[in-house]
């Protein structure tokens, strides 16, 4: 069980107001609030540490490079990953499936070649690799979602048989907030040869991730979506395609020697992929959030944030006209929902009127909103901080702006 009081009173921004009511924040899967721990922790570093990374035999550059290569380890311990080699700091999640695109894809995918992705992908998970297709005239597959909102296993095995040079997979969908089993998936495409990306944005927060147990390829996330800083991210990737895969970005950092007449050689992993000054105050403060989620206990945030999900789906039920999108046994606590009728930015103006956050829209999941033929839903999302009171507060404004609109 979560000390809820306790909790909140680590996340400042919870007591402000919006519109002179009390914040309800209810969109943590765009992105999460920080705790105190986070925010103390980059003012910490700015304060007292800052200094450019891996250059400089003074103090303060030797301080900053270790506090940054700490929190590299601490990713690498909280995701299971077996080296510090294998973890590149990305600006987020969309950055590092573009590195991969960009790096490993452009290496590997020949004309003809399949690239197979699923309907319910984030919109990161799908242009890259749509430029990538058109780059090299390969052919991009998409794995269809059944009424239920899971993967449809007979399309899944169709596509298969397509042989596909790499398999990009959502672990945890931002809309229907199914919980895909990964493992099984990549299992599944690594036997018909292909290599496995999975989008951990919406998995990292809520649950325990082990890259090795899952056997994937690639793994990548966003530091904003799981308690941490915007502007920093991660991507793991198995050390032996790391080290095949040339340079993306060119610069400082990602450099052995340079030289203009025999060009230039380039740095050892995890650095060859880290041109530029990176976001150093984002990388240490993420790691702080890393620590602080596990501190709280991901197993029970994220038991607390299904009981939240079920609770509002109960409440909501009542509601005249609703509909859910996003049925999976296997789910997390985010709800989707429309009401008959009603436009989904109507109700969401509403509620924000209420001091009530919610996300509407397509969520970057136009494809997947095609496929429910609708042009988007209500999302209300959940993190550690929310509260049932909350839920009540949502399904009452629900249900007030629901009668305005009528
Ligand atoms: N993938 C999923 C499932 C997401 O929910 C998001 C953000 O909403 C992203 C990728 C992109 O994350 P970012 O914008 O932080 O790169």
């Not at 080699?85 to 695109?101: F, M, P, Q, Y």
């Not at 059944?146 to 397509?162: P, S």
């Not at 793991?236 to 050689?265: A, C, F, H, N």
């Not at 919610?358 to 997947?368: F, I, N, S, W």
Request: glycine fraction near 10%; hydrophobic fraction near 40%; include cysteine.
């Amino acid at each position: 069980m979560l000390n809820l009081a306790h909790i909140r009173s680590q996340f400042p921004i919870l007591t402000r107001e919006i519109h002179g009511r009390p914040l309800v924040y209810l969109d943590h899967a765009a992105s999460a609030q920080k705790p105190i721990a986070v925010i103390e922790a980059q003012r910490e570093y700015l304060m007292h540490h800052h200094s450019n990374v891996h250059r400089g035999v003074h103090e303060l550059s030797q301080l900053a490079t270790d506090a940054f290569e700490a929190a590299r380890e601490k990713v690498r311990t909280h995701i299971g990953a077996s080296s510090t080699e294998e973890i590149i700091w990305t600006s987020g999640a969309t950055d590092a499936i573009n590195l991969v695109a960009q790096s490993w894809g452009r290496a590997e995918i020949s004309p003809g070649d399949v690239i197979l992705i699923t309907r319910m992908e984030h919109h990161a998970n799908i242009v890259p690799w749509q430029m990538l297709a058109e780059e090299k005239q390969a052919k991009l597959e998409v794995v269809e979602v059944t009424d239920e909102g899971v993967i449809d296993e007979a399309d899944f095995q169709e596509k298969l048989k397509k042989n596909p040079k790499i398999l990009a997979i959502i672990h945890v969908s931002n809309v229907l907030g199914t919980v895909n089993d990964v493992k099984r998936w990549t299992k599944k495409a690594q036997q018909v040869g292909a290599r496995v990306l999975i989008d951990g944005s919406q998995s990292i927060p809520h649950l325990a991730v082990d890259v090795v147990d899952i056997g994937c390829d690639f793994f990548v996330f966003s530091g904003h979506k799981a308690y941490g800083p915007t502007g920093i991210g991660v991507l793991y990737g198995r050390k032996e395609l790391l080290e095949k895969m040339p340079p993306w970005r060119g610069g400082g950092e990602m450099i052995d020697v340079v030289d203009i007449e025999k060009g230039t050689s380039y740095a050892a992993l995890p650095h060859k992929f880290e041109a530029g000054t990176p976001h150093i105050s984002g990388a240490i403060a993420m790691g702080v959030a890393l620590d602080w989620m596990n501190g709280t206990g991901l197993q029970s945030i994220g038991d607390h944030e299904r009981a939240l999900g079920a609770q509002a789906r109960h409440l909501l039920s009542d509601v005249e006209g609703m509909r859910f999108i996003g049925e999976a046994q296997e789910r997390t606590g985010v709800v989707s929902f429309l009401i008959d009728g009603l436009h989904p930015y109507d109700v969401g103006t509403l509620l924000d009127q209420m001091g009530i956050a919610v996300r509407t829209g397509h969520h970057c999941a136009q494809p997947l909103m095609a496929r429910f033929q609708i042009s988007g839903t209500i999302r209300a999302s959940f993190g550690a901080y929310n509260t049932m009171q909350e839920v009540d507060a949502l399904a009452a404004g629900v249900e007030r702006a629901s009668r305005m609109l009528r």
